[in-house]
């Protein structure tokens, strides 16, 4: 008789043990997707400097080249091409030059304002990640 009495013991502790593994699996997940996700944005602002750093400057469209460079990895533009991250968009790359003595010496690209969600919330990048490389471009001024 004592055998019935503990039949379902093991249906609760599966039911209660269950949902919180399946809470660790899912914050698991989410964690990696946050950490993919910065990763792709840290490669795609390392080659928009590095193509930032071997351009003509000023030129008209050196900062349009670049910016499409971190967000679709194409110079020439994005029509038909998928960011590198979801939801990267243009307005979410900036792009300065560092100025020695009237020449640009060093490019820095950043991305400020994407979120990425989270586990716990969502995380809103202000200036990183950042790249800066010397510039070994051509200068032409005006």
């Not at 979120?115 to 950042?130: A, D, E, R, Y």
Request: hydrophobic share 40%; net charge positive.
């Amino acid at each position: 008789m004592r055998i019935r009495r503990w039949r379902g013991q093991a249906l609760v502790e599966l039911a209660l043990l269950s949902s919180l593994l399946l809470g660790l699996l899912f914050a698991g997940m989410q964690f990696g997707y946050s950490f993919y996700t910065y990763n792709n944005l840290q490669k795609a602002v390392r080659d928009g400097a590095r193509y930032a750093a071997s351009r003509e400057y000023p030129s008209g469209t050196f900062a349009t080249a670049v910016t499409n460079v971190v967000v679709c990895g194409n110079p020439g533009g994005c029509s038909g091409v998928n960011p590198v991250v979801h939801n990267l968009t243009s307005s979410n790359v900036i792009v300065t030059m560092t100025p020695a003595i009237g020449v640009p010496s060093v490019v820095t690209v950043k991305i400020n304002g994407y979120t990425i969600p989270g586990p716990l919330g969502n995380v809103t990048l202000t200036n990183k990640p950042s790249c800066s490389f010397r510039f070994i471009g051509r200068y032409s001024p005006g």
